[in-house]
């Protein structure tokens, strides 16, 4: 069992969300903030005493790199209580979450995934006494250290798989001729197209650059380098101003502008 303890200095929310998509599907930083709060005041009586918010912040980035998780470690004491909504908000990464716990529990802190575990704290302080042996056969200790390791393993393969659909809905867009991002791909320009409701840029070729992407592909299927391809262009096209890295990236373009090869 864990052991009750009533010595509680500072409590902590911590929230983190990495894009405008999120505060959609239900983790905006105001969801979190209100779960924690309502947490923090049901079974302390109390509420938090300061927050930190990492907006916009990758969760695959590590905690001590992150500004608000890094200045929450920063000013973390003995007897400090950090609650959490879900794994995920504090790390995605298993051996990030993992290397963290030790240093928690040197410090005796509390620590809570209020959503995901409720009123089962994830790591909590070591009491006088348990030492030797008992200390290092704490079942419950144990037992949330596997869970901690399985769930957080899960949720970076959840994250992984995430990308993965992300990425091949971007390959879908550009096998289709829209952009994916960012700005036009040389030879191309943008033309607003209205799917649902939603507007997405269409490409459009841009006649004067097509003229000079036929060249770069003609000039490649006869083998020369893409220096040397760089320096024919800029003689043939005067103000073009190519080098190796510019003709390298339009060379291994996946699909704007294969078309121009042909």
Not at 136 to 161: P, T
Request: with cysteine; proline share 4%; glycine share 8%.
């Amino acid at each position: 069992m864990i052991k009750p303890y009533t010595q509680i200095n500072t409590i902590y929310g911590y929230c983190r969300v990495s894009t405008k998509e999120q505060s959609k599907s239900g983790v905006s930083i105001e969801t979190q903030q209100s779960l924690i709060g309502e947490f923090v005041q049901n079974k302390y009586n109390r509420p938090v005493d300061e927050w930190f918010i990492d907006d916009g912040v990758s969760g695959t980035m590590d905690i001590l790199e992150r500004p608000a998780s890094r200045g929450m470690t920063d000013v973390m004491d003995e007897y400090d209580v950090i609650v959490c909504t879900r794994l995920d908000r504090l790390s995605r990464s298993t051996s990030d979450l993992l290397s963290m716990i030790p240093v928690l529990q040197e410090t005796n802190i509390t620590l809570f995934f209020c959503e995901q575990f409720g009123d089962m704290p994830i790591v909590y302080p070591k009491f006088e006494g348990e030492k030797g042996l008992k200390s290092r056969f704490d079942m419950s200790d144990m037992a949330n250290k596997i869970m901690l390791m399985v769930l957080s393993a899960v949720a970076e393969i959840e994250h992984a798989n995430i990308k993965d659909r992300f990425g091949e809905g971007k390959v879908d867009w550009a096998s289709r001729g829209f952009s994916i991002g960012g700005s036009a791909p040389f030879g191309y320009t943008f033309e607003p197209v209205k799917i649902g409701n939603k507007t997405r840029k269409r490409l459009i070729e841009h006649p004067e650059e097509q003229r000079v992407l036929k060249s770069i592909y003609r000039l490649q299927s006869r083998g020369l380098s893409d220096h040397k391809i760089g320096k024919q262009i800029n003689s043939l096209y005067p103000g073009q101003n190519m080098y190796s890295a510019k003709i390298k990236r339009i060379l291994n373009r996946k699909y704007q502008g294969l078309s121009s090869a042909a």
